[in-house]
């Protein structure tokens, strides 16, 4: 007879130390009920992260994809595990001592599949990019479409819908949450602590590639969906194109115009129109963070990543046009 109440599945690729901090944070977890089992499933990881984690796992699982990616790891982790509940962890991630067991009861009812938390940066004062991309994962509670990576999932749904797909490169979790709402299952976003996560994120190459994996995952989940009764991010790609399109577009329209009339009111213009943007953006975020600041930020963050976010677009169409499969976009 199975004993353990959940078992917790953290995946990770060269975390080191901070896969130390994950592993005992759920060790360190409020009594849920039950008991449970701790699985980390390695991604070919060169900084000795198996070893690490030995003395904190019930199993440790090794893999050497060709191509590494979130679901392989998930996969793997969820099918060796005992309980009927799986919550998945990055090893980038603190687990809040006490999320698991009001996750617990909140996945009681049989409508819900998968229940998740709220997730913020530890370190939002190490670098602009950690400031503003705390807010990113600031969503409201309630019935949602999708999860992040962090996650109570229940096993037999996991089961009854194949598990995650792995020749996704990202987005893998929000088209894992289609297939199972189509199951009639409810992913629901808990008003709770869930997780701690720590970007580390310091210099604009890793951000430019994080929007541009972002770009990627949008544009191949939504193709595989649209024909669904869940047509996830269809809408968002076209929003998406279009904003950059105009942004780049004013840019090259106002550098001709000056260029023509040999004045500079036309660039005066342009940046009033994209500070009308930033601050429009930043008050409609008002109800994420008040620091004035920090959502200012954000709203320069909500524009200008939509161009990275549109090259990732047009990479996903490049690729498939000459029957290519991306590799792997890594921003750390």
């Not at 808990?190 to 997780?195: A, G, H, L, N, V």
């Not at 310091?202 to 430019?208: E, G, K, L, R």
């Not at 046009?321 to 792997?328: A, C």
């Given at each position: 007879m199975n004993k353990h109440l959940v078992s917790v599945v953290v995946i990770g690729r060269n975390e080191g130390q901070r896969l130390m901090a994950c592993l005992k944070s759920v060790k360190e977890a409020v009594d849920p009920g039950g008991e449970i089992e701790l699985i980390y499933v390695d991604s070919n990881s060169h900084d000795g992260s198996p070893e690490l984690a030995e003395s904190f796992c019930t199993k440790v699982i090794r893999l050497q994809p060709v191509r590494p990616c979130a679901a392989f790891?998930?996969?793997?982790?969820w099918r060796a595990a005992a309980a009927p509940n799986i919550l998945f962890l990055d090893g980038d991630t603190l687990l809040h001592p006490d999320f698991l067991r009001k996750a617990l009861c909140a996945i009681d009812d049989p409508s819900v599949a998968v229940v998740w938390g709220h997730r913020r940066e530890a370190y939002p004062e190490h670098s602009f990019y950690n400031r503003i991309l705390d807010l990113d994962w600031i969503y409201p509670p309630g019935i949602t479409e999708f999860c992040g990576g962090d996650a109570l999932m229940r096993r037999s749904v996991l089961e009854q819908v194949g598990g995650f797909s792995e020749d996704l490169i990202a987005g893998e979790e929000p088209e894992l949450c289609q297939r199972i709402r189509s199951k009639g299952?409810?992913?629901?976003?808990?008003?709770?602590?869930?997780?701690r996560h720590d970007?580390?994120?310091?210099?604009?190459?890793?951000?430019?590639?994080?929007?541009?994996?972002?770009g990627h995952a949008y544009a191949e989940v939504s193709q595989r969906m649209k024909a669904t009764d869940f047509p996830l991010w269809v809408q968002a790609c076209k929003r998406n194109a279009i904003h950059a399109v105009v942004l780049i577009a004013l840019l090259l329209g106002v550098i001709l115009l000056s260029a023509m009339t040999g004045t500079v009111l036309p660039c005066f213009g342009l940046v009033l129109a994209y500070l009308f943007l930033i601050f429009r953006s930043a008050y409609k975020a008002r109800w994420k963070r008040s620091q004035w600041f920090t959502l200012i930020l954000y709203g320069v963050h909500s524009h200008?990543?939509?161009?990275?976010?549109a090259c990732g677009q047009l990479s996903y169409w490049y690729h498939r046009?000459?029957?290519?499969?991306?590799?792997?976009i890594e921003y750390k």
């Open positions: 790891g998930r996969n793997a982790g299952y409810v992913i629901l976003h808990i008003d709770e602590p869930m997780t970007l580390a994120m310091t210099h604009f190459n890793a951000y430019w590639k994080r929007a541009l994996r972002a200008f990543q939509q161009i990275p976010i046009f000459r029957n290519q499969q991306q590799r792997l």
